[in-house]
């Protein structure tokens, strides 16, 4: 098992890769733009989180286990 960090969504669009771009985002995450927007203002994790597993970014909608900034996977 390994800790998996969190991020939000904020957080990576501030990224200099993604620079807010908010379609660019919602295409990396395979949700809607709408989704992403729906989500940008929960800034500390509580309603979504963002994991970054196995080189790949997959978005997760917020449940009691994965409330802190990581989590364990595997």
Known sequence: MQ????YTIRELLATPAIKWNQTKLAGLLHINRSTLRKYM???D???HSVLYIESKYRFMHA???NTTK???YG
């Open 3 to 6: 800790m998996v960090p969190m």
């Open 41 to 43: 203002n929960d800034t």
């Open 45 to 47: 994790n509580k309603r």
């Open 63 to 65: 449940t009691t286990e």
């Open 70 to 72: 990581g989590v364990i």
